[in-house]
């Protein structure tokens, strides 16, 4: 019987956003077992999550990135023992030099909902489920603010012939359950003056 090992082993890795007409999300297959998961890899000796989350997804995606906000750990039992595994938000900004690792055999970008269903890990689809339109929100919150980035997925526009959607569409709909629509304070107001006017008139002379 194998010896299960008390002391986590620690990893680190990205959620992983590219910006397109939509938000696209990462995803790599390993090569030993040809499952899809979520970019990441153990720490070396003395490397601090957050570097060895950069060098791992630049590692397995073939890409250089930012990184931004941390979104959380993963804990499950992986091989011999425990395994937390720490994730940042990042952003792509361009192709690295090396290509992929030797251990990852593809990489593909999807948007967020067919990247939970790619996912062969459960417990990684339930991270990205609970994280993912957080990441989205954030990386179109940036897009925002570059001018001529935003021209390409903010400006209402109207729907292309027939059922397709257009790309701010796309994206709106993508984050739509992050959103909270704000109070119509006009019609309260004309509520509240009607309620005052009906309890004026209906107190005894």
């Given amino acids: 019987m194998a010896k299960v090992r008390q002391t986590p082993v620690l990893a680190a890795g990205g959620i992983v956003i590219r910006e397109d007409t939509r938000p696209l999300v990462a ?44 979104l959380g750990v993963i804990s499950y039992l992986a091989g011999s023992g425990p395994k937390l595994a720490h994730f940042w938000r990042m952003q792509m900004v361009r192709e690295a030099p090396g290509g992929l690792a030797n251990d ?11 990247a939970i269903d790619r996912l062969d890990l459960s417990h990684e689809q339930v991270f990205l489920r609970n994280v993912g339109h957080h990441a989205l929100r954030k990386a179109l919150e940036m897009a925002q ?13 109207p729907p292309p ?8 569409a796309q994206v709106r709909e993508e984050i739509a ?19 005052q006017s009906a309890m004026r008139w209906s107190r005894p002379g």
Avoid: Y
Wanted: net charge positive.
């Fill in 27 to 70: 995803v790599v297959q390993r090569r030993r077992d040809g499952a899809w998961v979520l970019p990441k890899g153990k720490l070396k000796p003395n490397e601090k999550p957050i570097a060895a989350a950069r060098r791992e997804v630049i590692e397995e995606t073939g890409c250089e990135v930012r990184v931004h906000e941390f």
């Fill in 104 to 114: 990852i055999k593809a990489v593909d970008w999807l948007p967020l909902a067919a």
């Fill in 145 to 157: 603010l570059k001018p001529a980035q935003a021209q390409t997925i903010l400006p209402e526009t």
């Fill in 161 to 168: 012939a027939g059922d397709e959607l257009s790309p701010a």
């Fill in 177 to 195: 359950p992050m959103r909270v629509s704000p109070p119509r304070l006009g019609m309260l107001a004309r509520f509240a003056k009607r309620w």
